[in-house]
């Protein structure tokens, strides 16, 4: 059975730094690719970042380019966000996700973790 | 950059009902690369429909998607109790975003 467990969210202070890990079991996570999707409170899905299989490629999405950076450790079968300079609007859900094939694009998300929160405030 | 555009932002509907929501892309989304998500509160999205109309396993036959270009429409045939959700479509073409949302709540 797939998992993909998020972990590390917190209340941080605006300008402050976080990392989010997800832990992820029950497929081969070296073969596919991975993903951050975040949701604030009562809004819709932001697709925010993306990391090929091998970790050779990455995306961003513009809101968080330059203050995120993602990465994952095949050997631990684990992905991370490093967020940076954090604001009030970052304040969200923060859910991992993976997509059936090695590269970032094209791909649909087919499993996903349960979320982790990320409160911003001082 | 590919805007998606959902409407209606609500749709109120009996259980039995049929419901159509609507996604709108402001250019092309080339190769039907667009999915629907399904969104119950408290919960992570679930991946309904891929490639504009293939459902992913287990998604029962009731919800089926259809469209292209930039006209894409996510059908659920008879509304079950359990379907009163928020659907996101999704673009994965390039620069991959979703739509806004779509509620379908208990009329």
């Known amino acids: 059975e797939v998992q993909l467990v998020e972990s590390g969210g917190g209340l941080v202070q605006p300008g402050g730094s976080l990392r989010l890990s997800c832990t992820a079991s029950g497929f081969t996570f070296s073969s596919y690719a991975m993903y951050w999707v975040r949701q604030a409170p009562g809004k819709g899905l932001e697709f925010l970042s993306g990391i090929s299989n091998n970790g050779g490629s990455t995306y961003y999405a513009n809101s968080v380019k330059g203050r995120f950076t993602i990465s994952r450790d095949n050997s631990k079968n684990m992905m991370y966000l490093q967020m940076g300079s954090l604001r009030a609007e970052d304040m969200a859900v923060y859910y991992c996700?993976?997509?059936?094939?090695?590269?970032?694009?094209?791909?649909?998300?087919?499993?996903w973790g349960q979320g982790t929160l990320v409160t911003v405030s001082s | 950059e590919i805007v998606l555009t959902q409407s209606p932002g609500t749709l109120s509907l009996s259980p039995g009902e049929r419901a159509t929501l609507s996604c709108r892309a402001s250019q092309t989304v080339r190769n039907n690369h667009l999915a629907w998500y399904q969104q119950k509160p408290g919960q992570a999205p679930r991946l309904l429909i891929y490639?504009?109309?293939t459902r992913t396993t287990g998604i029962p036959d009731r919800f089926s998607g259809s469209g292209s270009g930039t006209d894409f429409t996510l059908t659920i045939s008879r509304l079950e109790p359990e379907d009163f959700a928020v659907y996101y479509c999704?673009?994965?073409?390039?620069?991959?975003?979703f739509g806004g949302g779509t509620t379908v709540e208990i009329k």
């Open positions: 999704q673009q994965y073409d390039s620069s991959p975003l």
């Open positions: 490639g504009a109309f």
């Open positions: 996700a993976s997509a059936p094939r090695g590269e970032i694009i094209p791909a649909a998300l087919d499993f």
